[in-house]
T-cell receptor, first 112, second 117 residues
């Protein structure tokens, strides 16, 4: 079983749509959580941290459910430029030098 | 902004060569990491370092070594390159994690696409 699991997609959505990704993690002792975005043949870039109370950044909303051990990312009013792979990332070994575990990514394709 | 710089975007080497990949960060981060990323396998941690001259094995250290002589620089070494080490190599850095509620993301360099022929 993978430590961090995501649906690989692809999610094909029209411009303007709302799309949601979920991610589950296996280690209940995980301490911090992130969503990263990775464009084709580029490096991962931090999209947003995920806090217990949920947090929003413009069109992006992240939620954390510790009891069920899942994280979600909601993208509203999708843009063509949102097309990318979204990586769910968990600090599940916090005492080991801030090692992060990366999910396999969910690919999003926004169509005109 | 955090800047993580990898020495090469593209590199082609031959089997058996010793290969050095260099990474420099300018934010005085304690932690530095080397990953490789392959289709269908995602990001896998090779080695990381939490201080100068300190190193820890990640999930796939075989065939690799690292060096951290200065805080800002973390080098990945392929002692004798093999074709199965053809991959995208990513360096990252972060501050240390200090406790509950502390979110410390990792910041990545542009990556090095290494081909071993």
């Amino acid at each position: 079983r993978k430590e961090v699991e995501q649906d690989p997609g692809p999610f094909n959505v029209p411009e303007g749509a709302t799309v949601a990704f979920n991610c589950t993690y296996s280690n209940s002792a995980s301490q911090s959580f992130f969503w990263y975005r990775q464009d084709c043949r580029k490096e991962p870039k931090l999209l947003m941290s995920v806090y217990s109370s949920g947090n929003e950044d413009g069109r992006f909303t992240a939620q954390l459910n510790r009891a069920s051990q899942y994280i979600s990312l909601l993208i509203r009013d999708s843009k063509l430029s949102d097309s990318a792979t979204y990586l769910c990332v968990v600090n599940d070994r916090p005492h080991a030098g801030n090692m992060l575990t990366f999910g396999g990514g969910t690919r999003l394709m926004v169509k005109p | 902004d955090v800047k993580v710089t990898q020495s090469s975007r593209y590199l082609v080497k031959r089997t058996g060569e010793k290969v050095f990949l260099e990474c420099v960060q300018d934010m005085d981060h304690e932690n530095m990491f080397w990953y490789r990323q392959d289709p269908g396998l995602g990001l896998r941690l090779i080695y990381f370092s939490y201080d100068v001259k300190m190193k820890e094995k990640g999930d796939i250290p075989e065939g690799y070594s690292v060096s951290r002589e200065k805080k800002e620089r973390f080098s990945l070494i392929l002692e004798s390159a093999s074709t199965n080490q053809t991959s995208m190599y990513l360096c990252a850095s972060s501050l240390i994690w200090v406790g509950w509620g502390d979110n410390q993301p990792q910041h990545f360099g542009d990556g090095t696409r290494l081909s071993i022929l």
